[in-house]
């Protein structure tokens, strides 16, 4: 049978160009769905990790400024100690004028509260110079402070204490 076309020319039909365009088409479509399932399953593995180490780090920035506020508050109460002791020497062995003169006059919002965070002071007179040791503590859930980590989600909050000491010379 003798064909319409020219014998040189090897170009498909119109039919044939049209079956291999929507092969064509149908292949992108199928990549372009697969890629979406991919991108799909990498975002459900990788969106929980992410969500993760934003949690901690929120926490370890947490636990860090707690811990720099302690340390404000323990330096003053050792600094106070420190001046208070040159007024009168008998606060070294009375906890209750250190508390009146000292420790309540110490409040930082959610970090010290309560006087009782202040370990008793060491007075060490016989070094040189003479020096004054104070302690404070955060135990998250005491002292009416809030709970930290918050959420606690692996329950460490009840055993988690943060803590901080100052040394200030005896003026």
């Given amino acids: 049978m003798a064909s319409n076309r020219p014998a040189a020319d090897n170009s498909p039909t119109h039919d044939e160009a049209l079956?291999?365009?929507t092969m064509i088409l149908k292949d992108s479509r199928k990549?372009?769905?697969v890629s979406i399932a991919e991108a799909a399953a990498v975002t459900s593995l990788l969106l929980p990790l992410l969500i993760l180490v934003l949690f901690v780090v929120v926490?370890?920035?947490q636990a860090y400024?707690?811990?720099n506020s302690l340390a404000e508050a323990a330096r003053q109460a050792a600094r106070d100690l420190s001046v208070e002791?040159?007024?009168?020497?008998?606060?070294?062995?009375?906890r209750s004028l250190q508390d009146t003169l000292v420790f309540d006059k110490i409040r930082i919002k959610n970090v010290v509260n309560d006087s009782q965070q202040f370990d008793n002071p060491v007075f060490d007179t016989t070094a040189d110079p003479p020096t004054v040791k104070v302690t404070?503590?955060?135990?998250?859930?005491?002292?009416g402070l809030p709970s930290f980590p918050n959420p606690d989600p692996l329950n460490l909050g009840k055993n988690f204490k943060i803590d901080a000491t100052s040394t200030y010379r005896l003026e």
Avoid: C, F, N, W
């Fill in 136 to 143: 404070v503590q955060y135990k998250g859930g005491q002292y």
């Fill in 19 to 21: 079956k291999k365009r």
């Fill in 65 to 67: 400024l707690i811990k």
């Fill in 59 to 61: 926490e370890a920035t």
């Fill in 85 to 94: 002791y040159g007024q009168d020497p008998a606060i070294a062995g009375s």
């Fill in 31 to 33: 990549a372009r769905g």
